[in-house]
């Protein structure tokens, strides 16, 4: 038997064998696959030529149609924003319970931006701290043994990159007060005008959210939704108190739900509140205007001044260095 292994011939017819074995499966295996092949374009050309006639007859909803893919923006708006989104979605998952409330509702008074909410916000400032923390590595970077300077650059990087995203936040925030606090006397106005015309306070509501597209005119339309949906007037304008956190929002609803206790006449009230933040309106103008002064110091010490004293000291240089 030995003898045999070693014979080269032996090996060689053996080897063939087991080629042929697997030529022989191969083909059978193919032969299957073909047949199969067959029978489905058979029927698939019988269903096409045989029912041909019955096909015309059918509705034109029922035949298939290919549809052009509908693909709309730019190729960053399509790939790398949903991408980024999946990112910031999934870093949101953690974040603290005890924050999510407060943070929703700071987003909701700034009008939802980019339709965010705390988790996406919160995935927004890992990735910020991220980009942060790689940029202080970038700085560090091949500058062993550490430079104190260098690594307090790094940090100040890390911690700008931390506050960017609430800085932001808080500024729509207070971009968003801003607006309803210069809107709002005018809005007490056409309130008071529709209520000296004979309108109720809800259908002066109702007038003002038709003509009025505004951040104020969309939420005193929620308000009127919320009353037609069964809320009672105060407990409405309570909510909107709350939402958009506005001091002088608040006083003038606080107003007004005492006065609807109190069975007091609307238009009076609103006529009286209309001028009331006029005036206060006129002294937050005169507040800005006079802080302006002490702001410029700031520019003018930067921008101004060393220009000014390179100009006039510059003359005299040449003169100073022929006298030393």
Not at 12 to 36: E, N, P, Q, R, Y
Not at 254 to 267: C, L, R, T
Not at 297 to 302: F, G
Request: net charge positive; charged share 20%.
């Amino acid at each position: 038997m030995t003898d045999l292994l070693n014979n080269p011939t032996v090996l060689i017819v053996i080897f063939a064998g087991v080629l042929a074995c697997l030529g022989f499966v191969l083909v059978i295996a193919a032969a299957m696959v073909l047949s199969k092949g067959e029978k489905g374009v058979e029927k698939r050309v019988q269903d096409f030529v045989i029912n041909q006639e019955t096909r015309k007859f059918e509705p034109a909803a029922k035949s298939r149609q290919i549809l052009p893919r509908d693909i709309t923006g730019s190729l960053v708006n399509r790939t790398i924003i949903p991408f980024m989104k999946k990112v910031v979605d999934f870093l949101g998952r953690f974040t603290p319970a005890s924050s999510v409330a407060k943070v929703n509702h700071q987003l909701a008074i700034a009008g939802n931006p980019m339709n965010m909410h705390a988790q996406e916000f919160y995935g927004m400032r890992v990735l910020f701290l991220f980009a942060g923390i790689a940029i202080a590595v970038l700085i560090n970077y091949n500058h062993i043994p550490f430079v104190t300077m260098r690594l307090l650059m790094g940090v100040i990087v890390i911690l700008i990159a931390m506050l960017i995203p609430y800085a932001w936040l808080r500024s729509q925030v207070s971009k968003a007060q801003d607006e309803i606090r210069r809107n709002l006397p005018d809005a007490l106005d056409m309130l008071s005008v529709c209520a000296s015309a004979g309108l109720g306070f809800d259908q002066s509501l109702q007038k003002i959210t038709e003509y009025w597209p505004t951040a104020l005119g969309r939420e005193f339309k929620r308000v009127t939704g919320e009353m037609e949906m069964g809320v009672s007037r105060s407990q409405a304008l309570k909510n909107l108190s709350s939402r958009l956190d506005v001091d002088d929002l608040t006083s003038f609803i606080a107003i007004i739900v005492q006065a609807e206790e109190m069975g007091m006449s609307f238009a009076d009230v609103l006529h009286s509140q209309a001028e009331q933040m006029r005036i206060l309106r006129q002294y937050r103008a005169k507040e800005i205007a006079n802080k302006m002064p002490a702001k410029m110091i700031i520019p003018l010490a930067i921008f101004i001044f060393p220009a000014l004293i390179a100009v006039i000291l510059g003359p005299i240089i040449p003169t100073l260095f022929d006298l030393f």
